[in-house]
């Protein structure tokens, strides 16, 4: 999961970051609306935290326009107004949630994670595809009950794909949302963290589909 946090207070914003890290997500800063604007309109994410009081202007001003323009990826809003007005306008202009400063980190996690499932269709917590389980919230992956060990580039692929399935996902559509920007991958990278994925789950489990990309299918259970 990569998430954009729109955020001008630093120390808050590095402190979600070593939070987000930690958690095993991706995450880049804007410390405007401005910049968060133009991020969201070239970049790919799976979720904006979007905090109300920026510098250059009200979030619900760069949020509406997200709206307006089409741009529907979930949007969790932070502010440190209590008052319900201020929270119906956030709702009004387009966010999915909100959270009221001062929050625990946690709830943020929580909250994140589900609006990035719900985007994907999934109500419950817990991924599963055939025999296949990922907790959302720990993280833990069971094959058949079994635990199964994944380095943390390995789970987010697996989350990502989890989230999609039974969708077909592009080479770059993994590039872009599994990966850090600073560091995408060639092909190449990406086939070797698959085999290596195939070698932990099965090699039937996850399809490559020439020329469009993979998918993650349901095998039949084991009796």
């Known amino acids: 999961m990569k998430v954009l946090l729109v955020e001008d207070d630093t120390a808050l914003a590095q402190a979600l970051g070593e939070a987000f890290v930690e958690a095993g997500l991706l995450w880049e800063h804007a410390a405007n609306g401005e910049a968060a604007d133009y991020l969201v309109r070239v970049e790919a994410y799976d979720a904006v935290i979007l905090d109300l ?14 709206r307006e323009d089409g741009i529907d ?3 969790l809003v932070l502010t440190a107004r209590e008052r319900w007005s201020d929270k119906a ?54 094959l058949a009950g079994r635990p ?11 989350a990502y794909l989890l989230h999609a399935a039974p969708r077909i996902v592009t080479r770059t559509e993994l590039s872009e949302h599994v990966y850090d920007r600073d560091h995408e ?16 789950l099965g090699n039937q489990r996850i399809e490559t589909l020439r020329g469009q990309g993979y998918r993650l ?7």
């Open 148 to 158: 199964i060990t994944l380095t943390a580039q390995e789970s987010r692929l697996l």
């Open 89 to 142: 306008a956030g709702f009004s202009a387009g966010a999915d949630d909100y959270v009221t400063k001062p929050f625990e980190t946690a709830e943020v996690l929580f909250r994140l994670r589900a609006l990035v499932r719900r985007s994907h269709g999934h109500a419950h917590p817990i991924l599963k595809l055939g025999e296949l389980a990922l907790d959302t919230h720990t993280g833990s992956v069971t």
């Open 185 to 200: 991958p060639d092909s190449n990278v990406i086939d070797v963290q698959i085999s290596r994925l195939r070698r932990k």
């Open 217 to 223: 299918v349901a095998l039949e259970e084991t009796p």
């Open 73 to 75: 990826l979930p949007v």
């Open 53 to 66: 009081g920026l510098p250059d202007g009200d979030g619900t001003r760069w949020l509406a326009a997200w």
